[in-house]
């Protein structure tokens, strides 16, 4: 076989191993790969994606070792670079994960992926400026991305800034308007804002699109709760419990909701569920109060 014969071949045996790979059948797609190592061994595409695969399969510690062996072949390959990171970060290697993703963007200053797990990375790290930096670099170089515009947004919110968050959310939901967590998310800078009213609005359209979310229906009932309507925060309360029973915080909640409805037995039994202490007034009377577990304010 001619040099360019089995460069054909090694190209045509990587595609198929590739669609294979894409198509979710990860032991075939292994075997294919393993197939082209022997023929070529170090063959740096067939490296990158069998480490790819081997992290999909629970072997990170060899999808490591194969992707360094790639990058050593060529160092110039970013999209290798940047699948490293992944690793790294997913096996909660950050710093490392950090590293992988400047390189990359080194080779490749305009790829987008790597720009958005870099600024994920930053995030989780705690280099809050630096990730901001990156999310605006996500958005400028794919501004139709609705999931940067959504991430962009949630670190606004961190930093208090929280107009811009709301733009960020607001063009997220543009465009991908069934994207239920930038509603929720919206409805949380609503509440920062101290706008209850739309956020109730912005809660509803997140649930509209997933009831399944126990967060946005606990967060509709707070915000039912703030504005007096008790009895549609604690129907939002209940909703919050059936999907997460054990939700603490959602318990004690709901408990403050009920006494301020004048449902007092039942609020006492979810403040205790939430971690509340009941206290007797030290004169003997029938007062009591209740201390919250969960914010510890005194609730007399």
Known sequence: MSNSQEGNYIEQAINHAAQLHMSGRLPEAKNEYARILESEPGQPVALHLLGVLSHQMGN???????????????????EAHSNLGNVFRETGRLKEASACYRRALHLAPDY?????????TLRELGEVEEALDSFQNVVKNAHDFPEGHNDLGALFLDLERHQEAIDSFQTAIALKPEFAEAHSNLGNAHVEMGQLEEAIQSYKRALAIRSDLSEVHANLGQAFWEIGKFEEGIKSFRKALAIQPNDGKTHHSMGMALLDAGKHKEGLKHKRLGGGVIEFTSDGKDGFRILGGVTGEDTR
Do not use: G
Not at 112 to 120: G, K, M, S, V, W
């Open 112 to 120: 987008a992926e790597a720009h958005y797990n870099l600024a994920q």
């Open 60 to 78: 990170s510690d060899q999808a490591i070792k194969l992707i360094e062996q790639a990058l050593t072949v060529m160092p110039e390959y970013a």
